[in-house]
């Protein structure tokens, strides 16, 4: 009964009222696009030492017209964490959504109506179309690579076989992941361009295969859950859609703050952009962060200990 419930309220935020588009907008015949970015800002955007500005800068570079934060709340001053968030959102004179759980999204768009859970807002795009854009942050710990690598990290047990791996990354965020999924697939139902922004704290099952495991690109094969049920759900990765290949094009996310062959840490891609809907596509992705050699899109001092991500998707 509930999940009925918030189709019907999910439907009538695409099919019409309350939201229905003032007179007669009838979208222009030539192909649209919107470019969506992934961002964990890193406590704040405080965290790594530089003013709030510097994160600002970081976006105004990307040049996105939708970011999913994670992230989004400062250290705590006088017992309260500040939204800072909201902050970047008013430099950038932008709409701003709060999640929660230190989540949001902020656009230049408007923002129409949230989904129940709130995972997700409905935009308006100025071509009339209705855009969902969804955006998380998973559980960090346990965190599988490290429990495998036998890099201590929160008190979690150690594993050495795909199966306990798989099992440790649902007991961490199989939760999240089936609560994201009582609204995702009733917006992929719609039609309508749906994106999905995220730090999901986890690999994806297309970067540690047994192809990357034979090159040492990743330690051993696991078919990690969580992308693995946004993939089945009916979502493409925006990255992987531009570079399929992912032993030439690892995409590391995760970290700027450590070198690729420090032993104490595991270099991975667990920051994406998804996308999904009639006649979308993605026309380029590309990595935000701190040097060329791993990243398109470069900014100098890097604020974050995660890369962005950023897509240019064609909504026809």
Not at 166 to 176: L, M, T
Request: net charge negative; hydrophobic share 40%; with cysteine.
């Amino acid at each position: 009964m509930k999940q009925s419930i918030i189709q019907c309220l999910m439907i009538s935020m695409i099919a019409g009222s309350p939201f229905s588009l003032p007179g007669n907008v009838a979208p222009p015949a030539q192909a649209e696009t919107v470019r969506v970015m992934s961002f964990n800002i890193w406590v704040g955007g405080e965290a790594g030492g530089q003013k709030l500005e510097q994160t600002v800068e970081v976006i105004r570079k990307a040049s996105p017209d939708i970011v999913g934060l994670q992230e989004v709340l400062g250290p705590e001053v006088n017992k309260v964490r500040p939204d800072n968030g909201k902050k970047i959102a008013d430099s950038l004179g932008w709409n701003y959504f709060n999640q929660g759980d230190g989540t949001a999204i902020i656009t230049h768009y408007p923002i129409l109506a949230s989904t129940p859970r709130k995972w997700g807002i409905v935009i308006q795009h100025p071509s009339g179309k209705r855009l969902f854009h969804f955006n998380v942050h998973f559980n960090a710990a346990p965190y599988q690579p490290y429990q495998f690598l036998k890099i201590p990290y929160h008190d979690a047990p150690f594993f050495s076989t795909e199966a306990e791996l798989i099992q440790a990354a649902r007991d961490a965020r199989g939760k999240q992941v089936d609560s994201l999924l009582t609204e995702l697939p009733v917006a992929l139902m719609s039609g309508a361009p749906v994106f999905l922004t995220g730090d999901f704290n986890e690999p994806s099952f297309q970067d540690w295969t047994q192809r990357a495991e034979k090159a040492g690109v990743c330690p051993v094969k696991v078919e990690f859950p969580a992308t693995h049920s946004i993939a089945a759900a009916g979502m493409k990765d925006a990255y992987r859609s531009i570079y399929p290949d992912e032993v030439a094009r690892p995409g590391w996310t995760w970290t700027p703050t450590t070198s690729p062959d420090d032993p104490k840490d595991h270099h991975d891609r667990i920051d994406y952009v998804w996308y999904a809907g009639e006649k979308v596509d993605v026309l380029k992705t590309e990595i935000v962060g701190e040097k060329a050699e791993a990243a398109d899109i470069l900014a100098t001092p890097y604020p974050s200990d995660h890369r962005g991500v950023v897509a240019t998707i064609r909504i026809d």
